[in-house]
């Protein structure tokens, strides 16, 4: 995806939803468990919530199990 091609790349559940046709709740939920998995960072802009994944999310994603 976007978080492992573009490091630094800004993302919301909106364009998450947009992007893999779900439903933007379930986008919502998706983004929290990977933040919960330290996976992704977060903050907030306005009403929405922005993310952006860790500079070394693959090392992070491989050492996940």
């Given at each position: 995806?976007?978080?492992?091609?573009?490091?630094?790349?800004?993302?919301?559940?909106?364009?998450?939803?947009?992007?893999?046709?779900?439903?933007?709740?379930?986008?919502?939920?998706?983004?929290?468990?990977?933040?919960?998995?330290s996976?992704?960072?977060?903050?907030?802009?306005?009403n929405?919530?922005?993310?952006?994944?860790?500079s070394?999310?693959?090392e992070?994603?491989?050492?996940?199990?």
């Open positions: 995806t976007k978080t492992v091609k573009e490091q630094g790349y800004l993302f919301t559940a909106k364009e998450i939803s947009t992007e893999y046709a779900i439903a933007e709740n379930t986008a919502r939920s998706d983004l929290k468990v990977l933040y919960d998995l996976l992704l960072n977060s903050f907030k802009s306005g929405s919530m922005i993310y952006i994944a860790h070394n999310l693959l992070r994603l491989r050492n996940t199990n």
